[in-house]
């Protein structure tokens, strides 16, 4: 099946500090989503992205959906306490609705 | 709000029991899910189902069975539990014709199985 790898595993980071991570794929997506996992909690929808190229901002959130199509990008600016959790990539499968999640990124944010 | 419930937070049982997680979800979502998440690995699907009594296999769905009876009630069953079952498992939902971006998730059981 198709791989998501998600790069980094994991990111230590000072208050105020900006975050990336990103996502790629063997194969192509047509579309991106981005989640994020609080602590003790199911993951949330927080970015969506439907074509090549495309860049998305949702508050101190951007994501960008790759020219290729076989990766995407995630960035938060400007990182504050609550912006701990783990981030998924994702991508659909099938037409069933059916989603290929990425390992996650640990974020911790200390002050 | 779309709400996806799961019956327990944590759960502790034996290696032999039999183990049933429950998922509710009152948005009349036709798609239901099952995934496990372990460190790591992220999240991987267990099984799924698009309708009332439908079930399709996921990516891991060895030592794992599903039932939906209900539309709304989508129950994962481990029939004899073993260690290397301990994990997070997630329920999701979404509405069959909707983009994928209406998966919405319970919070998630703990099962520790000792």
């Known amino acids: 099946g198709q791989q998501l790898n998600q790069s980094p595993q994991s990111m230590f980071i000072q208050e105020g500090e900006d975050v990336s991570m990103n996502c790629t794929s063997s194969?192509?997506?047509?579309?991106w989503l981005w989640y994020k996992q609080d602590p003790g909690e199911g993951p949330v929808l927080l970015i969506a992205?439907?074509?090549?190229?495309e860049l998305t901002s949702n508050g101190r959130l951007t994501a960008q959906f790759g020219i290729t199509r076989k990766d995407s990008f995630l960035n938060i600016s400007a990182s504050i306490p609550s912006d701990v959790g783990i981030y998924f990539c994702a991508g659909p499968t099938d037409s069933w609705g059916k989603l290929q999640f990425g390992a996650g990124t640990q974020v911790v944010v200390t002050p | 709000d779309v709400k996806v419930t799961q019956s327990s937070r944590y759960l502790v049982k034996r290696t032999g029991e039999k183990v049933f997680l429950e998922c509710v979800q009152d948005?009349?979502?036709?798609?239901m899910f099952w995934y496990r998440q372990d460190p790591g690995l992220g999240l991987r699907l267990i099984y799924f189902s698009y309708d009332v009594k439908m079930k399709e296999k996921g990516d891991i769905p060895e030592g794992y069975s599903v039932s939906r009876e209900k539309k709304e009630r989508f129950s994962l069953i481990l029939e004899s539990a073993s260690t290397n079952q301990t994990s997070m498992y997630l329920c999701?939902?979404?509405?069959?014709?909707?983009?994928?971006?209406?998966?919405?998730f319970g919070p998630g059981t703990r099962l520790l199985v000792l």
């Open positions: 194969s192509i997506f047509n579309t």
């Open positions: 992205l439907y074509k090549a190229g």
């Open positions: 948005m009349d979502h036709e798609n």
């Open positions: 999701a939902s979404s509405f069959y014709y909707h983009r994928w971006e209406t998966q919405y």
